[in-house]
């Protein structure tokens, strides 16, 4: 079955120090993957994506992830946090074939950034 | 162009009435996801909708929801006889097809109370 594992409800770090906020998954065809960015009383904001070619994604706001296909992951990361980072980020899955149209999400994760 | 219109922004219900949760797609998008966020926890898929076509519903309660997506008009989300539990933030998001390689456009949701 397929699913997405964000391990850390919670994720502090202080301004200008580098982020990492994790994701696993697991599907059994060629995973399309997604990080979705969700600030208070808001929508969620797309961030970035990995389908296919260089396994360094580059998104909105500094971000990006690593497609690790060997540790099924897909880690998002910026070099340096700004205060305006805090919100809750989800990772979401979905199998690269034509008719599977689903999403998967993650629970999410509550990033904090400090001054 | 708008993004995915949702209204209301903030509906308040009292226990046994009905809600009705609109969503707008994105102009050029015929596919439309419903997804229910409680607080403090990640989305939960309900529905997924083409115009005039359930696709899939396996998210979706058995009874007191249903969801429609028109020919004409926006995307409704019905809720009979509403219970305290029913009280989240409802998102709407739309897809310009069903294929895998896109994410969502998220509007920026309907929070229901029931009081």
């Known amino acids: 079955a397929q699913s997405v594992a964000q391990p850390e409800d919670q994720v502090n770090v202080a301004e200008g120090n580098p982020l990492t906020v994790k994701c696993t998954y697991s599907v059994s065809g060629n995973p399309y993957l997604f990080w979705y960015v969700q600030y208070p009383n808001r929508g969620l904001q797309f961030l970035l994506k990995?389908?296919?070619?260089d396994n360094l994604v580059k998104g909105s706001y500094g971000f990006e992830a690593e497609f690790n296909k060997s540790q099924t992951s897909f880690h998002l990361k910026k070099p340096s946090a700004l205060v305006s980072d805090s919100a809750l980020y989800f990772c979401a899955v979905r199998e690269g074939m034509d008719s599977n149209y689903q999403l998967i999400w993650g629970a999410g994760t509550k990033l904090i950034i400090k001054p | 162009n708008a993004g995915v219109m949702q209204n209301p922004r903030h509906l308040v219900r009292r226990r046994g009435q009905e809600a009705r949760l609109r969503c707008s797609p994105m102009k050029g998008h015929s596919h439309v996801y419903w997804y229910r966020q409680l607080p403090e926890e990640g989305l939960k898929f309900m529905v997924y909708?083409?115009?005039?076509?359930?696709?899939?519903e396996s998210g979706m309660p058995k009874e007191r929801f249903s969801a429609e997506f028109p020919k004409e008009g926006p995307s409704i989300l019905r809720i009979q006889q509403v219970v305290r539990g029913d009280s989240a933030a409802y998102f709407c998001?739309?897809?310009?097809?069903?294929?895998?390689?896109?994410?969502?456009?998220f509007g920026s949701g309907t929070r229901l109370t029931v009081v």
């Open positions: 909708l083409q115009k005039e076509n359930i696709i899939d």
């Open positions: 990995y389908i296919t070619g």
């Open positions: 998001a739309s897809s310009p097809s069903g294929l895998p390689a896109y994410g969502y456009t």
